[in-house]
């Protein structure tokens, strides 16, 4: 094949080689074709050549750029190691096993200073109401639903969640974010933990997302910056008829020969949030089909979204501060045929956030 | 004003709290109310202070993050002195100070060993063709145009791009970039290198892009990283005549009195890229009118596109290999009212991009 289309050129070119005027005809056509992109076969020989350097130079450079994001993420670490003690107030208050002081509670903001009004009137009035309020319910530990709240709120996790998945994650106390080591290929997990609850005895779930962070031989230029490749989950210690991510159906079977009917019961995979945790395998030639590619890419995406924005930023998503800046996010690049679904309940889009300036 | 909200708010506050079972009512109604963010106010008063105290987290998290960020700088200052002699080598070969060698320029491309085979076929054939290849004209210095290519290939750029410019532009060899030392406010610097020339006396044009690193502190949890605030450009000293920037119009005019009529010949601004060093000052009081706001903000975007995308990589946009990249761009927001510009040429669109995984 690819003797073929150099022989043909070479016939052409030939022809043309041959022929000065005709080679100059069409240098000046190639040159009138402004607004497009240079065409480099125009260039005099001698002037590619410096452009072949220029891209070996170019190569070069996208190897210096994959050690500039390996420090990055090096960077990322050290800030993990800072941030954490402010996630593990977090942590601590959502649990409810440390109250905050009012100091710690102050929050000024126009709707906050009328409630505060209102509440100093309220104060002043009888004190029947307060023997109205029942104790115990209106006090509940640390911030109950937290994370469960999140998920409702945010549409790309909220499309994992099933009503079984609930009561589960309830239990959900944190998410943590952790980096990989410099002397192990570049990878993050998010860790999942939970209270100890009655479906699962593992306390805490993870999930690792593999990264490629060198240029490819192949394709040199295509390098943007490390990106996922690759995933794993964990295995899931489920309580006995507690795992969500199996139902069990009932099947009827006739017997060929006899005709009798039989029912068995199987096992088949139950849609769960929970199914998070037991990926697609990227297969080994890195061939699969469109579906598979496509499941793949969207937990790509949702395990970039939690770890660039839900777990730093989670109260704002809590509180869906966070959905309204949702605007800058870029759009999804959709496959081929596939629609874009028009939110009606509003515009809530989630998509990933790499602020370097 | 604020008062009266409050009150108001207070007064059906009372009627509600006076009733457990019309307060139990309501809160049922908004629990039923999913998939739209949890309503802060219909929590109790319990969770609501330990949410604000998470809301105090949060802003000592945003400011960890802008600290974050001034780090990432300081990487890319690293990383700036690290690219240098690769962008000299660029600088040297597109001028021609400095021949590659034939191992510099390499390249290995389906087409290419095409045109390898059709050179040696044509190597084989009669002397005569070479005499009939003129010398110098095939054979030019460096890579003639570099830049003025790469303007006229992106569209950000070639909007800029008048006709007059394309002279001067012929004799830019080269465009670097430089960021801020620690000690001072965060920023870069656009370099833009010429050669002697007949235009203007300076060797190298300047614009300084200002940035906010900081969180607002009416508005923290906006930040998402630096962003460009402010530039500032340089006097150009323009050779007698050749100020591309300015055009000298005549305009006749009648004397109201006598009636005579003269003819007065003044400057105005001319179009020109070479106002990209005289832009509009951000406004002392942070007003501006709509106009200003929407050029100064394409004045920003083309500032982080040299920076990020075309100084970094520009044989790709010489060749046009890294338009086709531009996929990957967000689209712009466009301003109430603006319609989207339609290419018909083809999708060239730029934009930034932060690629930090």
Redesign the interface.
């Known amino acids: 094949m ?1 003797g073929d ?3 043909t ?2 016939k052409v ?2 022809q043309v ?2 022929n ?1 005027q005709a080679l100059a005809a069409l240098q000046d056509r190639l040159d009138n074709v ?5 065409t ?2 125009s260039l ?4 590619k ?10 190569v ?2 996208a190897h ?2 994959a ?3 390996e ?2 993420h090096e ?2 670490r050290k ?1 993990a190691a ?2 954490q003690p ?1 996630f593990d ?2 942590k601590d ?2 649990s409810g096993a440390v ?2 002081t009012d100091e ?4 000024h903001s ?6 505060e ?2 509440d100093e ?2 104060k002043k ?1 009888t004190i029947e ?1 307060k023997k ?2 029942p104790a115990a319910e ?3 530990k ?3 639903e937290f994370w469960l ?1 999140i998920f ?2 945010v549409d790309m996790l ?1 499309d994992l969640l099933q009503e079984h998945d609930e009561p589960i994650l309830k239990h959900l106390q944190d998410i943590k974010v952790k980096f990989s080591e410099p002397d192990q290929p570049m990878s993050f997990t998010l860790e999942f933990h939970f209270e100890t609850n009655n479906f699962f005895k593992n306390t805490v779930l993870t999930k690792v997302y593999k ?1 490629k962070s060198e240029p490819d031989s192949a394709d040199p ?2 390098f ?5 490749v690759d995933c794993e989950g964990c295995d899931i210690d489920w309580h006995k008829g507690k795992d969500v991510t199996v139902k069990t159906i009932k099947k009827k079977q006739k017997h060929k020969g006899r005709g009798t009917v039989r029912t068995i019961t199987k096992q088949v995979p139950n849609d769960s949030f929970f199914n998070f945790f037991n990926p697609i395998k990227v297969s080994s030639d890195g061939e699969m089909d469109e579906d598979s590619e496509l499941t793949l890419a969207t937990d790509f995406e949702i395990g ?1 979204f939690f770890r660039e924005r839900v777990v ?5 998503y ?6 309204e ?1 949702d ?2 996010f ?2 999804e ?1 959709l496959e081929e045929g596939e629609e874009e679904d028009n939110d009606e ?2 515009d809530e889009e989630e998509g990933d ?5």
């Not at 402004?34 to 240079?38: A, D, K, R, V």
């Not at 710690?104 to 929050?107: A, I, M, N, P, S």
């Open positions: 690819e289309h150099s022989e050129r070479g070119g030939d080689m041959q000065p402004s607004h497009t992109p240079s480099i076969e005099p020989k001698s002037v050549r410096r452009v072949n350097a220029l891209k070996q130079v170019q070069r450079c210096l750029e050690k500039f994001y420090e990055v960077l990322e800030y800072l941030y402010l107030k977090r208050v959502v109250e905050p710690e509670c102050e929050w126009d709707r906050e200073e009328g409630e009004l209102a009137l309220k009035a109401e109205e309020e209106e006090d509940p640390g911030i109950p709240t409702r709120n909220s990264m230029f295509s943007e910056g490390p990106e996922i970039h730093p930023r989670a109260v704002l809590f509180t869906g501060e966070a959905l800046d605007d800058s870029e759009e690049e309940d509003g956030d790499d602020p370097k300036a």
